[in-house]
């Protein structure tokens, strides 16, 4: 762990004690107080859809970064040592340790279709930065069922929280983008793919507690890993007007390695400012 929030790596307690002291830029303390809530709190008299964040959170699991630009490329690469250093330690801190990246909010308003732009920009932006190839088994083609975004050589589930949402409070965040990133590694150690039964039991609450707190039927993309028809990267910021979301995952995987030297000698890398 490091001593900054922004350009770095902390855990809940740490994180709420800076929040509750000053310590935390405003922008970080706006974000951490409505993820707080949104995570903890109910709407509708229904609690937050995904049970096993709403553990998580109440048990101070996940590890948080705060992000000082979506676009900058020393807060990018700032984010990609972030996600190496999380891939690194999160198995020994604890089995539901998601990374949470909350971002700087823009000068302006952003509408729909640029939230959809910025999330694919940094998502390539770390790919190319990659210092690990892409695995074996996980195909390039975003639209094969068994593809997954991948860093470091590990699969995962990002999943966005955006200003835009009106209908779908579920993925609502007042402030600016927040991406938080899941290792498959964390739903296979829980036992909890979609290729068991205790998985699909999982996805059977979550949809019912989603209809529920969101008042509107569950998104249309909503899917599993792996089943034919099915589609990953849509459910990473799922749309909530379907004109201005892609109609291509708007992503270029390769295999060839490296692409970017910049996060294998990282003694070099900046700080990016607050």
Not at 241 to 266: G, K, M, N, V
Request: aromatic residues 10%; glycine residues 6%.
């Amino acid at each position: 762990m490091t001593d900054r929030i922004a350009g770095g790596l902390q855990d809940q307690a740490t994180v709420e004690e800076r929040v509750e002291s000053g310590a935390a830029p405003d922008w970080v303390a706006a974000h951490w107080k409505t993820f707080r809530d949104g995570l903890l709190g109910e709407r509708n008299d229904a609690p937050f859809p995904c049970f096993f964040g709403v553990e998580s959170v109440a048990n101070g699991d996940p590890l948080y970064t705060a992000v000082p630009s979506m676009t900058d490329k020393d807060a990018l690469l700032n984010l990609g040592q972030t996600l190496l250093s999380y891939l690194d330690v999160h198995q020994e801190y604890s089995d539901r340790a998601s990374l949470v990246a909350f971002f700087k909010p823009p000068e302006r308003e952003l509408s729909e279709a640029e939230y959809h732009e910025a999330l694919w920009h940094i998502l390539q932006f770390l790919h190319v930065h990659d210092p690990e190839p892409w695995p074996d088994d996980i195909p390039t083609d975003p639209d094969d069922p068994y593809w997954e975004f991948s860093f470091d050589g590990e699969p995962m589930f990002p999943t966005c929280r955006a200003p835009f949402y009106d209908a779908r409070k579920s993925r609502y965040c007042p402030i600016g983008l927040e991406i938080t990133f899941q290792p498959r590694a964390l739903f296979e150690e829980l036992g909890v793919t979609a290729d068991t039964s205790a998985g699909q039991h999982a996805r059977e609450l979550i949809h019912d507690r989603l209809e529920d707190y969101d008042g509107v039927c569950p998104h249309a993309n909503l899917g599993d890993w792996g089943v034919e028809g099915d589609r990953e990267w849509p459910q990473y910021m799922l749309s909530e007007d379907d004109e201005q979301a892609p109609d291509e995952c708007p992503i270029e995987i390769t295999r060839d390695h490296p692409r970017s030297d910049r996060l294998i000698d990282d003694g070099d890398l900046p700080t990016p400012p607050v």
